[in-house]
């Protein structure tokens, strides 16, 4: 069967422009003929029953044969070529999909991995922040207290007793000539909004 190149509508011929031919979407060799062929216009003739292998006519007269790289050697007819590529375009668009699925997943999880991390390294920072205020927050004596009640273990909430009366709350006075300590108070600040 005799091809016609729909992109040379004038005459239907081939063009041989590189080293190789596509024809039907796949590529054809043919060592050493097609770079002497380089620049002329040739026909040419297949069978659709084993389109591995092509016939290259030059005005007429047969040169040589371009062989398919893709099928090596085996027989292949127009119609099974035709519906192998569409089963390798149907998977290849299916690995594009779920790679897709992946790169999206992937992209997400590194997201969220670093808005954790800013968060986690903001809520380390301002605690660091809040202890360095504590020395102006508490006196150095209560400091002293926090920081020897850091050492103990906690003990236990009391129990509650059962009959859910809690004794009186008696305020107790100081004893005359103790003196009371005043703690320093920082002033609001725009930034402790």
């Known amino acids: ?85 569409k089963a390798d375009a149907k998977h290849v668009k299916e690995g594009s999909t779920e790679s897709l699925e992946n790169r999206q997943r992937i992209q997400e999880e590194a997201q969220s991995g670093r808005k954790l991390l800013s968060l986690e390294t903001k809520r380390i920072e301002k605690a660091r922040l809040l202890d360095q205020q504590r020395q102006e927050i508490h006196p150095s004596h209560v400091q002293a207290t926090l920081q020897a009640l850091k050492g103990q273990p906690v003990s236990p909430p009391p129990t509650p007793q059962r009959s859910g009366v809690l004794p009186p709350a008696v305020p107790e006075d100081d004893p005359p000539g103790t003196e009371i300590q005043r ?4 002033k609001w600040r725009r930034e402790d909004e």
């Open 183 to 186: 703690l320093p108070v920082r």
């Open 1 to 85: 069967m005799k091809a016609v190149n729909r992109k040379n509508t004038s005459t239907g011929r081939y063009a041989v422009t590189h080293d190789s031919l596509s024809f039907l979407g796949r590529r054809y060799v043919s060592p050493g003929l097609l770079n002497r062929l380089r620049g002329q216009e040739i026909t040419i003739y297949y069978d659709q029953r084993d389109i591995s292998v092509i016939y290259l006519f030059l005005n007429g007269e047969l040169v040589g044969e371009a062989f398919c790289t893709e099928f090596m050697g085996k027989r292949m007819s127009v119609w099974e070529a035709d519906a192998l590529r």
